[in-house]
């Protein structure tokens, strides 16, 4: 794959993945609620589902969702509502006395991204402007994963750390609700954005 394509991908990457969107919000409410350390296991659920979505695409997936329309609107129908079930989460959790055997850990982050229309349509997009039929698929597939992936660990984990640094540095519980119920605001309208603006909803 030419220099300038790795380059264009690692742009596309860091654009897409350190947007606003469900896994970051609710990464950064779970850094707010219990610090970075102890959400070090939903950081690296949040990188492995994203993988899993990558495998997905590039089995056909997506294509599926494309040929069979009753296949795609139950996944967006699944997909809303665990949307709404983590902005819920995020909104009414009490940042100041969240309980550490209530943090959310791997599995919980695992389940984020297959359930994001945002990570879909990303690596739908990726895949169709940066893969080369005449290169080997499976390079390019290797490639962009890994690029993805590596921007998701620094970009996921800074989200993550500057929740809690507003832990640290906010004092007030109130102030600290609000700001989780405007993450939980702000994840539902990206990801109706992202569908809207995609070919998901036709």
């Not at 264009?8 to 609710?26: H, Q, T, Y």
Request: aromatic fraction near 12%; proline fraction near 5%.
């Amino acid at each position: 794959m030419p220099t300038e394509t790795i380059v264009l991908i690692f742009m596309f990457a860091v654009s897409m993945v350190g947007s606003p969107g469900p896994a970051n919000m609710a990464l950064m409410a779970t850094g707010a609620s219990f610090g970075y350390r102890q959400s070090t296991p939903f950081i690296l659920g949040t990188i492995f589902g994203f993988f899993l979505v990558g495998i997905g695409v590039a089995a056909g997936l997506g294509t599926l969702f494309v040929l069979f329309p009753t296949l795609r609107y139950a996944f967006l129908v699944l997909s809303a509502a665990y949307i709404l079930y983590l902005a819920y989460k995020i909104a009414f959790q009490d940042p100041k006395i969240a309980k550490a055997d209530k943090k959310p850990g791997f599995l919980a982050g695992c389940l984020i991204h297959p359930l994001n229309p945002k990570a879909w349509v990303m690596l739908i997009a990726a895949f169709s402007q940066f893969i080369d039929p005449d290169i080997s698929y499976l390079n390019q597939l290797t490639i962009i994963l890994t690029i993805f992936i590596g921007v998701g660990l620094v970009l996921n984990s800074a989200w993550c750390y500057s929740g809690a640094l507003l832990n640290k540095f906010v004092t007030s519980t109130r102030t600290l609700r609000l700001i989780n119920q405007s993450l939980a605001v702000l994840m539902i309208v990206v990801v109706a954005l992202a569908m809207l603006q995609s070919d998901f909803i036709a």
